[in-house]
């Protein structure tokens, strides 16, 4: 015959093992917390030095453009002036052995990622006290001698495009030969050496273009 004390013992030995279930179960949840916390926190971390290192390529690219921009600027002032302004973009390519800026978009693929480089170029004007640049373009004060170059790069993922500007300066005057007249009256930009004229005048001014001289009478 059993005792009622090896019954007591029984409840107390299947009333331990279901605290130990239970503070298991307890347990195994917190552990559960602690790895989706921490998997969620390395994700962010991978993800963010995924856009840091992203970015910086972008600078890269985009600083990569301005150098280019500036090779072309100088070999030839008009080279970057003649081009339309504001709303055009342009990107840098290599064109028989040198820089040139080409209509369009150019896509560039590094690493993992996909970048969309262009340039847009834009006059500018300057203060007719100050001779400082203008925030705001006036083409009254228009500053032929200064263009304002910006580079956007922008690739897929990222919160907002790499935007580069610098302001390019003709520095140097190319001097051009006008070695007669025999082109006639011509107008726009001038090739060197050049043999038009813009205009004549006054009346009875004779340009003899089989000799090259310039009458005045």
Known sequence: MKSKYSKFKI????????????????????????LSVGSQAVWVSMQSGKISSES???????????????????????????????????????VGGKWTLVSGDETIALNTARYTRYIVIDNV???????????????????????KVTVTVEWLGAGSPVVVSDYFFRWRNKICN????????????????????????????????????????
């Open 125 to 147: 004007s300057r203060d007719l006290s100050t001779r400082m640049v203008e925030s705001t373009y006036d083409s009254a004060n228009d500053d032929p001698s200064t263009q």
């Open 56 to 94: 910086d390529l972008a600078i890269g690219l985009a600083g990569e453009a301005l150098e280019a921009t500036r090779g072309v600027v100088d070999e030839k002032w008009q080279n970057i002036y003649s081009l339309t302004k504001g709303s055009q973009h342009y990107y840098p390519a290599v």
């Open 11 to 34: 409840k107390q030995k299947n009333h331990s093992r279901g605290v130990l279930l239970l503070e298991l179960l307890i347990s195994i949840s917190i552990l559960a917390a602690i």
């Open 178 to 217: 006008q070695t007669d007249w025999s082109g006639g009256i011509g107008s726009g930009w001038k090739n060197c050496p050049d043999t038009t004229y813009g205009s004549i005048g006054p009346i009875g001014t004779e340009i003899n273009t089989t000799g090259g001289t310039l009458k005045l009478q």
